[in-house]
């Protein structure tokens, strides 16, 4: 089992930047697929990043592409979310989660992750 906590969220102006970072205890969450998603009010929980167990691949929402980067630390057990070129648009609570598969592709499917963390607020406004 995995425990993930996320920080870095806040208010934030557009065209800002932000970094998400989510920290892991238990097992070594370098043998987990690793994914970011996010929910705004109202709203389903989405897709955002992904990137698989050995950080080999990686896999972004169409909204985030070129503005977002997955990234790893394995000797911290941490993964990060830099997101650049914020809009408001971008605001909501963000989730990072983890996946037991070890599978080829960054798994997007929100159904196929195991463990989540308990979110942190981003929001983009002036």
């Known amino acids: 089992q995995v425990q993930l906590v996320e920080s870095g969220g806040g208010l934030v102006q557009p065209g800002g930047s932000l970094r998400l970072s989510c920290a892991a205890s238990?097992?070594?969450?370098?043998?987990?697929?690793k994914g970011w998603f996010r929910q705004a009010p109202g709203k389903e929980r989405e897709f955002v990043a992904a990137?698989?167990?050995?950080?080999?691949?990686?896999a972004y929402a169409d909204s985030v592409k070129g503005r977002f980067t997955i990234s790893r630390n394995n000797a911290q057990n941490t993964v990060y979310l830099q997101m650049n070129s914020l809009k408001p648009e971008d605001t909501a609570v963000y989730y990072c989660?983890?996946?037991?598969?070890?599978?080829?592709?960054?798994?997007?499917?929100?159904?196929?992750?195991?463990?989540w963390g308990q979110g942190t607020q981003v929001t983009v406004s002036s």
């Open positions: 238990g097992r070594t969450f370098s043998t987990y697929g």
């Open positions: 990137m698989t167990w050995n950080g080999g691949r990686t």
């Open positions: 989660a983890a996946d037991e598969g070890r599978n080829a592709q960054a798994t997007t499917n929100i159904v196929e992750y195991d463990y």
